[in-house]
């Protein structure tokens, strides 16, 4: 069975970084993009950033350019979120998103709360 478990969220100040951390059980991870996107309140989900099962390609939403990176670990089923320079419009739930590459199963954490606030 696929599961997805996030990590790292929390509040932050305007300025400030966080990590998020998404572990992956029940995969065989490179076979799968990895994404997180994020869900404000009264809006729909967006994508954030996207990365490659071998890590070698990664997307970013225009507005986290510069500030966020995606990575991944495969030898620890891990895909990491550095978020710096954090903004008030950052706050969301952030959700850990994989997709079989070959298959397009979809798969989707629990979420993670970000607050960014003074």
């Known amino acids: 069975q696929v599961q997805l478990v996030e990590s790292g969220g929390g509040l932050v100040q305007p300025g400030g970084s966080l990590t998020l951390s998404c572990a992956a059980f029940?995969?065989?991870?490179?076979?799968?993009?990895m994404s997180w996107y994020q869900q404000a309140p009264g809006k729909g989900r967006e994508l954030v950033a996207r990365?490659?099962?071998?890590?070698?390609?990664?997307n970013y939403a225009d507005s986290v350019k510069g500030r966020f990176t995606i990575s991944r670990d495969n030898a620890k089923n891990t895909v990491f979120l550095q978020m710096n320079s954090l903004k008030p419009d950052d706050t969301a739930v952030y959700y850990c998103?994989?997709?079989?590459?070959?298959?397009?199963?979809?798969?989707w954490g629990q979420g993670t709360q970000v607050t960014v606030s003074s």
């Open positions: 998103n994989a997709v079989r590459i070959l298959t397009r199963d979809t798969y």
């Open positions: 029940g995969v065989t991870f490179s076979w799968y993009a």
């Open positions: 990365i490659s099962g071998s890590g070698s390609q990664t």
